[in-house]
Nanobody, 132 residues
Framework: EARLADSGGGSVRSGGSTRLSCTAS????????MAWYRQAPESECELVST???????DYADSVKGRFTLSEDNTKNTIYLQMNDLKPEDTAVYYC??????????????????????????WGQGTQVTVSS
């Protein structure tokens, strides 16, 4: 059975760092289109970063220069290193596979405000709380 498990996060002071992990089972993660999303209370689900199956990465403007993706193929895991954290980074973070195109279309029509969704594969979510 294909599954994703995300972990890491926790409580961090502003300016601090943490690392999230996304581990896949039942399929090869670096051969998939994966993404990190986050959802803060009373906010829309936000795309944070993407990694295509070809290895191309991209980041939301709000995290560019602070967040970095890396991978350990021996562990079938992709990491999101989060540096210089800010209170506005506080959210539940989800890793997901094969969702970006559909999520983008839904959000373009105002239909993708929540994550996770019932398509693709999603981790269970991990909380990151940044205090000032």
């Amino acid at each position: 059975e294909a599954r994703l498990a995300d972990s890491g996060g926790g409580s961090v002071r502003s300016g601090g760092s943490t690392r999230l992990s996304c581990t896949a089972s039942g399929f090869t993660l670096n051969e998939s289109d994966m993404a990190w999303y986050r959802q803060a209370p009373e906010s829309e689900c936000e795309l944070v970063s993407t990694r295509s199956k070809y290895g191309a990465t991209d980041y939301a403007d709000s995290v560019k220069g602070r967040f970095t993706l890396s991978e350990d193929n021996t562990k079938n895991t992709i990491y999101l290193q989060m540096n210089d954290l800010k209170p506005e980074d506080t959210a539940v973070y989800y890793c997901a596979v094969d969702v970006v195109v559909r999520m983008s279309m839904m959000q373009a029509y105002g239909l993708g405000s929540q994550c996770p969704r019932d398509f693709g594969f999603w981790g269970q979510g991990t909380q990151v709380t940044v205090s000032s």
